[in-house]
């Protein structure tokens, strides 16, 4: 059982930036994707990034070249940075691990980020 937990939420101005981490409990598998994904309210939870082991990365086209997701094998710790915060980010992030087979997936509590001045 694989447990991640997110941090670095909270509240920032419009045009800021925040740095989301999640860390997992054991040791990742080469063959699992980690990602971020987001929820409005009253919304299903849509993709927002996604890496391979290999570093290999998929973005959503919202965050495009906005927001870096990176992933640290030696800690099995996955980052997202986000700059250029809008209002339209406010949701609750969460953190995903999924093998490549999609057989297992992995979810964190979520974090909440709210972008208001």
């Known amino acids: 059982q694989v447990q991640l937990v997110e941090s670095g939420g909270g509240l920032v101005q419009p045009g800021g930036s925040l740095r989301l981490s999640c860390a997992a409990s054991?040791?990742?598998?080469?063959?699992?994707?980690l990602g971020w994904y987001r929820q409005f309210p009253g919304r299903q939870r849509e993709l927002v990034a996604t890496?391979?082991?290999?570093?290999?990365?998929n973005y959503a086209d919202s965050v495009k070249g906005r927001f870096t997701i990176s992933r640290d094998n030696a800690e099995n710790t996955v980052y997202l940075q986000m700059n250029s915060l809008n209002t339209e980010d406010t949701a609750v992030y969460y953190c995903?691990?999924?093998?490549?087979?999609?057989?297992?997936?992995?979810w964190g509590q979520g974090t909440q980020v709210t972008v208001s001045s």
């Open positions: 054991v040791s990742i598998p080469s063959l699992y994707i």
């Open positions: 995903n691990a999924k093998k490549i087979t999609g057989t297992v997936t992995y």
């Open positions: 890496v391979t082991y290999g570093q290999s990365t």
